[in-house]
């Protein structure tokens, strides 16, 4: 594909009910990165895949958030028991590898999430 | 604690100036800093990409600086363009073991006829 692509790009859901979101890497891009951000800030780091492993996940607020990358291509970002603090543009990024300081990311569009 | 913060926080400017956006950081130990422009609903995109060693990049019309004994890194945009408006997010990443980026809040730029 051209770029980092994710769906949904609005999701509305009420407090409580569970949402996944979902990120499709640049092709060969081995390394994907979820990361949340609020209205005004920057991103904020959640969770970083090499492969199929989450190399890092000490982003995630709680565990109520979960990711995985099973086949090490597309992503899901799992969030249980929304609440409305949750409530952010959730972006994920990929790179070709991580390999050093000149690894660049790709970002996706983001998916804006809003709890109810 | 790792910080990065940015000023200003907001910035308007009229189409042909320039601008210099600022950066100051407490990440250590430092791997690089990257400054990325992020477009109204859109992810970031990166401009430039500094390691310890470099103290100058440019992107065509966008130079960025660093300064790693004081910690400060600045963005100079030349000759600016309605396009330019977007948010300037500067980007430190620690050296460890495990993935540690830190993002500024950013500086949002509004350029105006």
């Known amino acids: 594909g051209a770029g980092v692509s994710q769906t949904p790009s609005n999701k509305v859901t009420e407090k409580g009910k569970y949402v996944e979101l979902r990120c499709d890497p640049i092709s060969g891009h081995t390394a994907l990165y979820w990361y949340r951000q609020s209205l005004g800030q920057g991103p904020e780091f959640l969770i970083y895949f090499q492969g199929t492993g989450a190399a890092d996940d000490s982003g995630l607020p709680n565990d109520r958030f979960f990711a995985v990358r099973p086949e090490g291509s597309v992503s899901t970002l799992k969030i249980q028991r929304t609440e409305r603090g949750d409530s952010a543009v959730y972006l994920c990024?990929?790179?070709?590898?991580?390999?050093?300081?000149?690894?660049?990311?790709?970002f996706g569009p983001g998916t804006r999430l809003t709890v109810l | 604690k790792n910080q990065v913060e940015q000023s200003p926080q907001s910035l308007i400017i009229l189409e042909g100036k320039n601008c210099t956006l600022q950066c100051n950081y407490t990440v250590s130990p430092f791997s690089n800093l990257r400054w990325y422009k992020q477009d109204t609903g859109r992810g970031p995109v990166s401009l430039t990409i500094?390691?310890?060693?470099?103290n100058t990049k440019s992107n065509g019309r966008y130079t960025a600086t660093l300064d790693a004994d004081t910690k400060q890194s600045s963005l100079h945009i030349t000759a600016s363009q309605l396009s330019d408006s977007a948010s300037y997010i500067c980007v430190v990443s620690v050296a460890t073991g495990g993935f540690k980026t830190i993002f500024g809040a950013g500086t949002r730029l509004f350029v105006k006829a």
């Open positions: 500094m390691t310890f060693s470099e």
């Open positions: 990024a990929s790179s070709l590898k991580r390999d050093g300081p000149t690894d660049t990311q790709y």
